[in-house]
């Protein structure tokens, strides 16, 4: 079965979410490989995961605990 970028990315993620510059940095190469559908279904995955909350428009903050 193969495994897209999106889910491969929400799996990086989910992995490296205790480091704070790991996740900017797979997030980044996240955002530079997926679709623009799947960035904004990856942004909603991490706000229904608690990786980051929005804080306006693009500008958001990770919540690192």
Same mark, same amino acid.
């Given at each position: 079965?193969?495994? /897209? @970028?999106? &889910? @491969? @990315?929400?799996?990086?993620?989910?992995?490296? /979410? %205790?480091? @704070?510059?790991?996740?900017? #940095?797979?997030?980044?190469?996240?955002?530079?490989?997926?679709?623009?559908?799947? #960035? /904004?279904?990856? =942004?909603?995955?991490?706000?229904?995961?608690?990786? %980051?909350?929005?804080?306006?428009? &693009?500008?958001? =903050?990770?919540?690192? /605990?």
């Amino acid at each position: 079965m193969k495994t /897209s @970028y999106l &889910d @491969y @990315y929400k799996m990086i993620l989910q992995k490296v /979410s %205790f480091d @704070y510059q790991l996740l900017k #940095k797979e997030l980044t190469k996240a955002n530079q490989i997926l679709t623009k559908d799947e #960035k /904004s279904k990856l =942004r909603k995955w991490m706000l229904q995961n608690g990786l %980051f909350t929005e804080v306006s428009g &693009d500008e958001h =903050r990770f919540n690192m /605990s």
